[in-house]
């Protein structure tokens, strides 16, 4: 490196070191306040820290009574609330804490999963556009609109991976990968925590639920989990990693229990793993009352044992369980809990309240006039419009009756949901009294610029089981032009405490599509749910599917801008659409075993189904585009490969359409032979591009050793030399390019 080089890198770390010692010394400063005011609390404020209680106007979990929360908040025996939102009911308690011996500032939470006052597309769906640009900026809106509220602290992401679609919550997710699900765990991290904690417009992250919740046993939601340590760790727990690696602030542990121990007292979670292992330095807070539950569990005798248990095996905040204000103090006296637990937990919530900067001002989240002028503003509804087109997932085009053309006669627009604003905010929505929801009704009105060419039938409802309304709906399609029938669940059958056991179209909505179909007109189904659904008849016979899951208030409008071409969809699916709920769990990066079905005709002696297909209805990373794509001259920069050596694959993608358009090209590995069996196939990197008709672009993607590690047989994250099949294609069952390498 030549002088020059040498002088102005040395300028350059001249100005860092102060930056990282200045952010060193911010944490040491705030330490030393913990420290101190620590030194000041009673052992019952100390307490009062670790205990948190919802607000009864919008529970979202069975709230016990038995207490006046405003003078506990006096007392100091209240340190977080949780459904307090606005800047006046939050200045309200805020004004209450104010009045306690230390004046110690409440925390409020609040579940503000998918947008606070306008409603991005659920997780799910925003998982579906692989767009992590996208779904930051959803985060960030959300987290920004939230602290203009008052709100100081959200309980998302929620990054449980998710392999059954019985399970209610896989709406609040981002599906069944690993790899992709981590990428959306950092990218909503950042997104609700902005710059920084201390920003007024960023509000705390929380990584939940911790560990494995979505893996409940029959898809039965907070039923019991049970599974290797090599599945917690390849499949489970990397999206945590990611998210704490992000910079979450919080963790929540969950309902369920790990192979015998409730997550809440899971020390090797959260004690071994969480704050050992990987370093963790925020505060954990408990599920709604899942330390009391581990009486249920049959794991804790009382709530005093589950107090201790909890307490010792790292769970933080008491969430809405009474347990630790109830029983902590006794368990310290009699020295069943050492007061260093209980400071250790302490310190990690006041931390956080000196990092938001509650101690300088309390209220300064609390802003009426902020929270007027940020909340719905047309820009947060137009980036809604936008993620929620991004969401989309085209499932079915074939005669290419979409987009349709704006001169299009006349439209039949049919469906219980087809001008239903409620469901189109999902499930976790904040505000329930949110008003402004677009419905497809409405989208396509916007769209051409009034009602006249419409003809709307609701048909049927979602689960009533009367045809009466099917001849009107069948008249409007024969009348019409084109068929537009929107279809799916309504916003509460996906979400917490929804498991489904029949996850088919619910009621007799696929009979409506059947008789709308058998008119012989142009069909277009929209499909809105929370979860994959199940609608084999449909599938094989509707020309045209959109898979537009729950996309909030702008709904209607970017439904509207895919029907009619304004924004071609790329959507593709973060998660197996199976043909049967027989088939679950079922998901693409699946083991080989001794006897693989090579096809849905190759049954014999085969690990396969004599009743049904092998192949899922719809496979992960699925979806379609009104264009069309090729992939072409795959080049790897090394066939023979290193261990610590990065070498790239490359291709040729252009778009063979007459529509510009955005494809997401997938990279999977297989680790062929290994001292553990692997999956067949896993994703290891995409890249979303976008291209006009005709043209062509290079993509390259990098292989390192990360790509190449698992947990070997002893459990260690390492590479072993061998054979790799490298595969890139348009879905995890549409390979379009084929190599191999050996790492040696
Ligand atoms: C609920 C959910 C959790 C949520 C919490 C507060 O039961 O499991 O995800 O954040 O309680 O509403």
Known sequence: MNNRAIAVSLLLLSFTIPLFAQKKTVKDAIDVKVEALLAKMTLDEKIGQLNQYTSDRDATGPISKGSNKLEEIKQGKLGSMLNVRGAKDTRFIQDAAMQSRLKIPMLFGLDVIHGYRVTFPIPLAEAASWDLEAIELGSRI?????????????????????????????????????????????????????????????????????????????????????????????????????????????????????????????????????????GFKGFVVSDWGSIREMIAHGYSKDNAEAARQALTAGSDMDMEGRAYISSLAKLVADKKVPLALVDDAVKRVLRKKFELGLFDDPYRFSNAEREEKELNSPKNRKAARDVAAKSIVLLKNTNQLLPLSKNVGAIAVIGPLAKSNTDMKGFWSVQWDNDQLVSLYDGLVNKLGGESKLIYSKGCGIKDTTRSGFAEAVAAAKKADVTIVAVGEAFDMSGEAKSRADIHLPGIQEDLVKALVATGKPVVVLVMAGRPLIFNWTADNASSILYTWWLGSEAGNAMADVLFGDYNPAGKLPITFPRSEGQIPIYYASKSTGRPSTSDKDIVYRSAY???????????????????????????????????????????????????????????????????????????????????????????????????????????????????????????????LESKFELL
Not at 225 to 232: Q, Y
Not at 636 to 655: G, R
Not at 703 to 714: C, G, P, T
Request: glycine share 8%; hydrophobic share 40%; proline share 4%.
């Open 142 to 278: 959300a987290g920004r609109e939230a602290a203009a509220a008052g709100v100081h602290w959200t309980f998302a992401p929620m990054v449980d991976i998710a392999r059954d679609p019985r399970w209610g919550r896989v709406m609040e997710g981002a599906g069944e990968d690993p790899y992709l699900g981590s990428l959306i765990a950092a990218a909503r991290v950042k997104g609700f925590q902005g710059n920084g904690l201390g920003n007024l417009d960023a509000i705390m992250a929380c990584a939940k639920h911790f560990a494995a919740y979505g893996a409940a046993v029959a898809g039965r939601d907070y039923n019991t989990v049970d599974m290797s340590d090599r599945m917690l760790w390849e499949v489970y727990l990397p999206p945590f990693k990611a998210a704490l690696d992000a910079g979450a602030a919080t963790f929540m542990n969950s309902f369920n229990e790990l192979n015998g121990i409730p997550a809440t007292a899971n020390s090797y979670l959260q004690r071994d793993i969480l704050k050992g292992k990987w």
């Open 610 to 736: 004599i009743d049904s297909p092998n192949s899922p209805r719809f496979a992960f990373g699925f979806g379609l585009s009104y264009t069309t794509f090729s992939y072409t001259d795959l080049k790897l920069s090394k066939t023979q490969v290193k261990n610590n050596e990065t070498f790239t694959a490359s291709f040729t993608l252009t778009n063979t359409g007459k529509y510009a358009g955005e494809e997401v090209a997938q990279l999977y590995l297989q680790d062929r032979f290994a001292s553990v069996t692997r999956p067949v196939k896993e994703l290891k990197a995409f890249e979303k591009v976008m291209l006009k008709a005709g043209e062509s672009k290079t993509v390259t993607f990098t292989i390192d050793k990360e790509k190449l590690s698992f947990y070997n047989a002893q459990m260690k994250w390492d590479t072993e030399p061998g054979e790799f099949k490298l595969m890139i294609g348009t879905a995890s069952d549409k390979i379009l």
